[in-house]
Antibody
């Protein structure tokens, strides 16, 4: 079935970087945008950006520009989100989610979500 | 960025009752690019409604979405025990933003 499976929880010190992976299966990976969304403890959802697997193109929310990198490896149908210069405010569950198909005109909702990866930033 | 404001913050209802959740946008969301998600504790969000009113695959018809422009509504006609959760609206017309969520709790 169509699914996104993410790596396990991470604990990082302030100032470090974290790289979260998201493995896609059950569909043609290159055909769909992958978005990243985070959720701080007890808080709502915050969109971070997207990566387009077939080209490697990216777009980020303004507040994450300069600290986030989104990449992909099409040979293993996996997308990555790397967040640098971590602070305690980056403690959150990070989700990947499938967006629109490249052949679709315009954006669509997120129909498939990964299970989430808890990133804890603590000294 | 388009700001989405959801109300109420918490809705306390009993099973069998009707739930009405509101999502108001700071600017018009054209082409009805507005979705609703349900999130249960410890789980990822799951898509309920997209295009403001189209139910996602497998979503029961007690869930309905309506609205256009800046005002959108999610209605659950008769609450089932599994419907008590947090609901988020999401616009994908201009970049992407989410509302802050409405918690539907058992009264």
């Amino acid at each position: 079935q169509v699914q996104l499976v993410q790596t396990g929880a991470e604990v990082k010190e302030p100032g470090a970087s974290v790289k979260v992976s998201c493995k896609a299966s059950g569909y043609t990976f290159s055909d769909y945008y992958i978005h990243w969304v985070r959720q701080a403890p007890g808080q709502g959802l915050e969109w971070m950006g997207w990566v387009l697997p077939n080209s490697g193109g990216t777009e980020f929310a303004q507040r994450f520009q300069g600290v986030v990198t989104m990449t992909r490896d099409t040979s293993i149908t996996t997308a990555y989100m790397e967040l640098s210069r971590l602070t305690s405010d980056d403690t959150a569950v990070y989700y990947c989610a499938r967006g629109s198909r490249v052949t679709t005109s315009g954006a669509t909702a997120f129909d498939i979500w990964g299970q989430g990866t808890l990133v804890t930033v603590s000294s | 960025d388009i700001v989405l404001t959801q109300s109420p913050g918490t809705l306390s209802l009993s099973p069998g009752e009707r739930a009405t959740l509101s999502c108001r946008a700071s600017q018009s969301v054209s082409s009805n690019k507005l979705a609703w998600y349900q999130q249960k504790p410890g789980q990822a969000p799951s898509l309920l409604i997209y295009g403001a009113s189209i139910r996602a695959t497998g979503i029961p018809d007690r869930f309905s979405g309506s609205g256009s422009g800046t005002d959108f509504t999610l209605t659950i006609s008769r609450l089932e025990p599994e419907d008590f959760a947090v609901y988020y609206c999401h616009q994908y017309h201009s970049s992407r933003t989410f509302g802050q969520g409405t918690k539907v709790e058992i009264k």
